[in-house]
């Protein structure tokens, strides 16, 4: 079997009905016996870029031993005109986060997938700091491999101060190497010791990548991109997967 890890994060396509628009990572996260999506609220709609999407559809394994079996699985995101998907706001404002919550009688029969839970969350007793090391699980310009239809998974270390709402808002920073595509990909640590409710599943959750980041103020000539990203702390999945 494969690291359990990349079984946690599926590959994200946008359709306006049968046109192709995006593509984005997300992954699953569960809560008592509800199964959800998550990604970025902008893959959902983003009325700056005019993107507007009807539905999406994730790939899904199907055989345990196989990995090179899956199925497209297609998830409206209307019905009768109202926006299924979830999103949250703070007090700085809209959250680049939403979840969709996914039908498990309608699931494929077998599916392969690993989930995280709400044990999963940063809590008091974990350490993260500063300059510590993460993970991005996701598909960066949807490129992934074709053959197991597996993620990805890039390095970055933390970019500022755990635990703070950088600039007032409801992320952190990430510094590590990200393209397109990455949109709703699981940031994640690796934990030891930590009593998580599954030995082969030692990860915990930190946050949902969101995008580059970027100052508006540099010579686009002289100055290099800064090469940081947004990361909205999973917290928020709380909030947005309550009855």
Do not use: C
């Amino acid at each position: 079997m494969t690291n359990s890890l990349l079984l946690a994060a599926a590959r994200l396509n946008t359709f306006q009905q049968r046109l192709p628009l995006t593509n984005a990572s997300g992954f699953f996260f569960a809560r008592d016996a509800r199964l959800f999506l998550v990604t970025s609220r902008h893959v959902m709609i983003d009325e700056p870029s005019n993107h507007f999407p009807d539905r999406i559809e994730i790939e899904l394994h199907t055989d345990p031993v196989n990995l090179t079996q899956s199925i497209g699985f297609s998830i409206p995101l209307y019905r009768n005109g109202i926006a299924v998907w979830r999103q949250g706001t703070d007090s700085a404002g809209e959250v680049d986060v939403a979840v969709i919550e996914l039908e498990r009688t309608a699931l494929p029969a077998g599916m392969i997938y690993r989930a995280f839970t709400p044990d999963h969350l940063f809590n008091l007793q974990n350490q993260t700091i500063v300059g510590s090391s993460v993970l991005v699980v996701g598909f960066p310009l949807g490129f992934h491999d074709t053959l197991h239809h597996m993620p990805v998974v890039r390095h970055a270390i933390i970019a500022s101060a755990f635990g703070l709402r950088f600039q007032g808002k409801g992320y952190f920073l990430t510094d590590g190497r990200t393209h397109r595509g990455t949109s709703g990909a699981p940031v994640v640590l690796r934990v030891t010791g930590n009593n998580l409710p599954d030995d082969d599943f030692p990860w915990l959750l930190l946050g949902v990548h969101s995008s580059r980041i970027d100052v508006g103020s540099h010579d686009l000539l002289e100055d290099e991109k800064l090469g940081l990203n947004v990361t909205w702390y999973a917290d928020i999945l709380l909030v947005l997967t309550e009855p």
